[in-house]
């Protein structure tokens, strides 16, 4: 896996694999500590990544959902959905980053 990570993501599972390794079993740790489905997890990281104006998460979590069968019209529905708290800059520059992942 640590192969395929893009960008400093990949360099630093690469440089520090004990880091990447440890940081892989709490994002396990956390998904099975509750109740929400795959997908239910998905959108929610989609969404924190919006929240965190985070472009390259929020790439990054668009990808993982299309390879997951999300729909990109969900997807954007989480960009659209983040206008009334985060404001329409942050939903609009949200949507264009899930389009330069589902538009290719």
Do not use: C, F, N
Request: glycine letters at 12%.
């Amino acid at each position: 896996m640590t192969k395929d990570l893009p960008g400093a993501a990949g360099a630093l599972a690469r440089k520090h694999p004990a880091i990447w390794d440890a940081y892989t079993a709490l994002g396990t740790a956390t998904a099975e500590a509750g109740s929400l489905t795959d997908r239910e997890r998905r959108l929610v990281k989609l969404a924190l990544a919006i929240g965190a104006a985070s472009e390259g998460a929020v790439h990054s979590h668009t990808r993982r959902g299309l390879a997951e069968g999300i729909s990109t019209e969900d997807m954007q529905q989480v960009a659209l959905l983040a206008i009334g708290p985060l404001g329409l800059p942050r939903g609009v520059a949200a949507g264009t980053w899930i389009s330069d992942v589902t538009d290719k």
